[in-house]
T-cell receptor, first 112, second 114 residues
Framework: GQNIDQPTEMTATEGAIVQINCTYQ??????LFWYQQHAGEAPTFLSY????GLEEKGRFSSFLSRSKGYSYLLLKELQMKDSASYLCAVSSSSGGSYIPTFGRGTSLIVHP | GAGVSQSPRYKVAKRGQDVALRCDPISGHVSLFWYQQALGQGPEFLTY????????KSGLPSDRFFAERPEGSVSTLKIQRTQQEDSAVYLC????????????FGQGTRLTVV
């Protein structure tokens, strides 16, 4: 089985920086995804890390440490529209297939 | 269409009724996943197809749940004798390969069992 842990809720101020952490325990690790999900909408892809280190993409960056079973999503210059749920998902092998397993999500509230 | 399409968007079923949820993946996508998402929770894996082959169904909660993808494109998730605990959003996602590439999600079907 897998265990993926991320905070339930975070709040931050518009224009600030926020870091959302994700820890996981799994076997057959094959990468870690971050998705954004606005209320009532489909999850949308943000990033994928398979090697250790930091991946930067505009205002969003994602970091992975495989030895520590740890990742974070860094959001800079926060905007009100960034208020959403952020889902950490670990891809691991299951009978020869690679299945993304999601955490419960972190609800981010950005206030003025 | 350009994205993953699911129908219906909303479904209200009486307890004990059978339902069928449809997913049209992005054309050419080999992999197709079904997830169940309860309010305030992350998506929970149900089943995975590679083309027409159902390679993993370990997440299906009971034998009342059945999924198929007979021609390797459109998929249907069927729930027999629905129960109140089946109320959730059912998400379908497709990707070009197995779970090491970006998955594109549909808008989901919100199922309410009354």
């Amino acid at each position: 089985g897998q265990n993926i842990d991320q905070p339930t809720e975070m709040t931050a101020t518009e224009g600030a920086i926020v870091q959302i952490n994700c820890t996981y325990q799994t076997s057959g690790f094959n990468g870690l995804f971050w998705y954004q999900q606005h209320a009532g909408e489909a999850p949308t892809f943000l990033s994928y890390n398979v090697l250790d280190g930091l991946e930067e993409k505009g205002r969003f960056s994602s970091f992975l440490s495989r030895s520590k079973g740890y990742s974070y999503l860094l959001l800079k210059e926060l905007q009100m529209k960034d208020s959403a749920s952020y889902l950490c998902a670990v891809s691991s092998s299951s009978g020869g297939s690679y299945i993304p397993t999601f955490g419960r999500g972190t609800s981010l509230i950005v206030h003025p | 269409g350009a994205g993953v399409s699911q129908s219906p968007r909303y479904k209200v079923a009486k307890r004990g009724q059978d339902v069928a949820l449809r997913c049209d993946p992005i054309s050419g996508h080999v992999s197709l996943f079904w997830y169940q998402q309860a309010l305030g929770q992350g998506p929970e894996f149900l089943t995975y197809f590679q083309n027409e082959a159902q390679l993993d169904k370990s997440g299906l909660p009971s034998d009342r749940f059945f999924a198929e993808r007979p021609e390797g494109s459109v998929s249907t998730l069927k729930i027999q004798r629905t129960q109140q605990e089946d109320s959730a959003v059912y998400l379908c996602a497709s990707s070009t390969r197995q779970g090491d590439t970006e998955a594109f999600f549909g808008q989901g079907t919100r199922l309410t069992v009354v």
